[in-house]
T-cell receptor, first 114, second 109 residues
């Protein structure tokens, strides 16, 4: 299995809702990442988990809460989001820092906050 | 700060060669990657450079000059399916990959 699977593919939520994004990989990768991508912009790093521990938080607002329950699974819990948080949320994984192969990305969750 | 710059848009003709440039200034350097991203899809890995010089992979080649903070991606024998965004990304620490501004390439018949 050489894929990163993200669910759901699309999500519409209100500003008072609580929802979660899910990311799964079975490649034995020990680093997992959340990126946010606005339209026609490059991906921006949000969080990095290394060996199931949060190693980088790029000053992301607390309405985004990451969780890594095990080495294959990464969640992003969403609460009280704003319309400007609407974006494509990409999950990625890598073997340690990625070596010469970089990261494997999932196809993303397109989030719309109304 | 971190700056990774690319041209915003480029247009090229099917069958031709196109060079996409990337200049960077980052706090650290542990390799440079090129990714291709079709609209609404995930970025896919194209190439990796960590030492100066040219790396060739089929129709794609990538060049790096660390002293100049410069890289380019060369695409040969362009095909319509090559129309996509091309992202330059620098790994500044072992776990931190920072993307450039991205170049939208349009291949015309």
């Amino acid at each position: 299995d050489t894929e990163v699977t993200q669910t759901p593919k699309h999500l519409v939520m209100g500003m008072t809702n609580k929802k979660s994004l899910k990311c799964e990989q079975h490649m034995g990768h020990r680093a997992m990442y959340w990126y946010k991508q606005k339209a026609k912009k490059p991906p921006e790093l949000m969080f990095v988990y290394s060996y199931e521990k949060l190693s980088i938080n790029e000053s992301v607002p607390s309405r985004f809460s990451p969780e890594c329950p095990n080495s294959s699974l990464l969640n992003l819990h969403l609460h009280a989001l704003q319309p400007e948080d609407s974006a494509l949320y990409l999950c990625a994984s890598s073997q340690d820092g990625g070596g010469s192969y970089g990261y494997t990305f999932g196809s993303g969750t397109r989030l719309t906050v109304v | 700060g971190q700056n990774i710059d690319q041209p915003t848009e480029m247009t090229a003709t099917e069958g031709a060669i196109v060079q996409i440039n990337c200049t960077y200034q980052t706090s650290g350097f542990n390799g440079l990657f090129w990714y291709q991203q079709h609209a609404g899809e995930a970025p896919t890995f194209l190439s990796y450079n960590v030492l100066d010089g040219l790396e060739e992979k089929g129709r794609f080649s990538s060049f790096l000059s660390r002293s100049k903070g410069y890289s380019y991606l060369l695409l040969k024998e362009l095909q319509m399916k090559d129309s996509a965004s091309y992202l330059c990304a620098v790994r500044d620490t072992i776990y931190k990959l920072i993307f450039g501004t991205g170049t939208l390439l349009a291949v015309q018949p």
